[in-house]
């Protein structure tokens, strides 16, 4: 309730409906999610990964509105701004918090099985569950790859140092991980380890003032 009237408050001063509206469709969705879709294949980790997003998106969304209300080189050059850095940011969070949610539905599957519930690992098999954890991995340090090799381009030397060694590095150590676990304290690890991967890749977000 309380981040339901802050939402109202943001949507009232910025003019912009969306920040309440989505807001309210997200608490609507965590409501279905604890009630129905957690126990479902697959949508429940959706899901979640989605809204982990779009904690990011939201400040796209509320601020491309407050920008038409300035000049317009002005407001075209915050927007563009701010998009390009919501969409990265938005996509990391996506990829890592789907497969933080994967890994926790293996370690959790024992008892996720005694009550009915329809996970990836219980419908498909733990193998599966680390194949398609193993290639978000990929598709997440790939990605991460990509942009150090344009950040470089714009000298952003730090930034680079930062995200090989907090998000990249400790990436590949959780793929290098995921294949031979087998016990519930090994996925647990592996959970934390992606934890502090999310708490890392936020973190960079101070490099974004620092070098634009």
């Known amino acids: ?19 309440a509206v989505f807001n309210l469709i997200t608490v609507l969705l965590l409501w279905f999610y604890s009630t129905t879709f957690k126990r479902q294949l697959l949508i429940g980790n959706v899901i ?10 939201v400040l796209y969304a509320a601020i491309s509105h407050v920008g038409i ?18 969409v990265l940011y938005g996509g990391f969070a996506f990829i890592i918090s789907l497969v933080r949610e994967v890994v926790k539905d293996i370690e959790d599957m024992e008892g996720d099985a ?21 290639v978000w991995l990929i598709v997440l340090i790939a990605s991460l790859v990509i942009l150090q090799i344009y950040a470089l381009q714009l000298g952003w030397w ?9 998000i990249i590095v400790p990436s590949f150590y959780i793929l290098r991980k995921m294949m031979p676990a087998q016990t519930p304290a090994q996925f647990h690890e592996i959970s934390t380890l992606i934890k502090l991967v999310m708490l890392t890749g936020i973190l960079s977000m101070v490099f974004i003032n620092w070098y634009s």
């Open 1 to 19: 309730m309380v981040g339901l009237l802050l939402s109202a408050w943001a949507s009232y001063r910025l003019r912009n409906p969306i920040p």
């Open 48 to 57: 979640i990964s989605l809204l982990t997003g779009w904690v990011v998106l």
């Open 69 to 86: 209300s300035r000049p317009p080189g002005d407001a075209l050059k915050v927007v563009a701004r701010i998009y390009k850095f919501a």
């Open 114 to 134: 005694r009550y009915g519930c329809r996970t990836m690992p219980i419908v498909w098999g733990v193998p599966v569950s680390k194949m398609f954890v193993t």
């Open 158 to 166: 730090w930034s680079v140092f930062y995200s090989f060694v907090a």
